[in-house]
């Protein structure tokens, strides 16, 4: 299985795209999470100029983030930097929406996104829509500061088969956070193949690749598998699903329904932490602060033993590799990890294992 690192735009964001590429991962992505974290395109820019052969992605934008012609102007720009090595995610926007207390986009939004922006990207003219107002648009001067010669690998995020069916309708790859059940994998990519072949297979890009983002300890000796260094390496991910299924509590009640009473437990907890509640309309202003960053030592207690074995990988080499052998058999092509203690190290560890 390939190795990629998945990190938030940040100072020296570059020098750790040159170290995964000194290490050999395949692939370097940046989130798109507009009022928490810095701007990825930016920070693409600088790692394109310090490297040369690792892929530099986006994971991910979505339209209600950008216009179609914005964010292929931004991708055709990257691609003029680092030609052919450029992966775009995209999807509902249900992180950078909900930071901004919205609600994340639909499905068929997202399609008509991305074919838009297989499109612009390839250098086609394509329909855009504003309103009652529709135009054709292209890049008018596309070339040297616009790339559309070179090929750009979508791929879209997925937790659901609506999702996966976009993904098989455009010919897509899939991106998908802390999914470590390979049956659900495995469906996912069911659903995709389907949804391709009724169309014929008739967009299918060169690359359709899966991408699994999680988080990695490799417990050291006798280190138990709740340590507080097991903790930290994978607190920010299951902060991450606690604050969600602590933000969506009130207006779609499904998710956190679905947690057992621990997990409920500690959503509670997390809310009374930041001083707000499940309705408060100002709630993800305390809920996403340093969202993705690396967890306070008082909020230890609120990572759980059964939300880090579902959400990260946490284990010795041995037991690692099997876990990893049986997603690859699943169906996951690439391995990406969100590293938030030292990532040159974790990013080392990751390069080792998957050796």
């Known amino acids: 299985m390939r190795a990629g690192v998945v990190v938030t735009a940040q100072s020296g964001v570059e020098d750790l795209a ?31 100029k310090a490297t040369k052969r690792i892929r530099l992605g986006i994971g991910v934008t979505s339209p209600a983030l950008r216009s179609a012609p914005a964010a292929a102007s931004g991708f055709a720009s990257l691609n003029a930097l680092a030609p052919g090595r450029v992966i775009c995610g995209v999807g509902t926007g249900n992180t950078a929406r909900r930071t901004l207390g919205m609600r994340p986009t639909t499905a ?17 003219s394509v329909e855009y829509r504003e309103g009652d107002l529709v135009r054709d648009v292209r890049f008018l001067h596309a070339g040297a500061q616009a790339n559309t010669a070179d090929p750009i690998e979508f791929v879209v995020a997925a937790l659901g088969p609506k999702a996966a069916a976009v993904a098989g309708r455009r010919g897509t790859g899939l991106i998908s956070f802390g999914l470590l059940d390979p049956a659900a994998w495995r469906a996912l990519l069911n ?35 709740d340590s507080d260094a097991a903790r930290e390496a994978t607190g920010h991910l ?14 779609t009640p499904a998710f956190a329904d679905q947690l057992g009473p621990a997990e409920r437990e500690a959503v509670r907890r997390l809310l009374d932490r930041r001083g707000t509640t499940a309705d408060a309309p100002d709630r993800h202003t305390k809920l996403y602060p340093n969202y993705l960053g690396r967890i306070a030592p ?9 939300l880090m074995n579902n959400l990260a990988l946490v284990g010795t080499h041995d037991d690692l590799r099997a876990r990893v052998a049986t997603l ?22 990751l390069a080792e294992l998957l050796s």
């Open 18 to 48: 040159v170290h995964a590429e000194k290490l050999g991962l395949h692939s370097f992505w940046v989130n798109d999470t507009p009022m928490v974290h810095g701007d990825p395109f930016v920070a693409l820019s600088l790692c394109a």
């Open 108 to 124: 068929a939004t997202v399609e008509t996104f991305l074919a838009q922006l297989q499109g612009l990207c390839a250098g086609r």
């Open 191 to 225: 659903v995709r193949h389907n949804a391709a072949r009724d169309l014929g297979s008739r967009r299918t890009q060169p690359r359709a690749d899966s991408y699994l983002v999680t988080a990695l300890h490799v417990l050291d000796g006798d280190e138990a598998a």
């Open 238 to 251: 299951v902060l991450s699903l606690l604050a969600f299924a602590a933000d969506t509590a009130a207006d």
């Open 298 to 306: 008082q909020d230890r207690d609120l990572i759980l033993p059964s």
């Open 328 to 349: 690859r058999q699943a169906g996951v092509d690439e391995l990406l990890i969100q590293p938030v203690i030292d990532p040159p190290s974790e990013m080392a560890q």
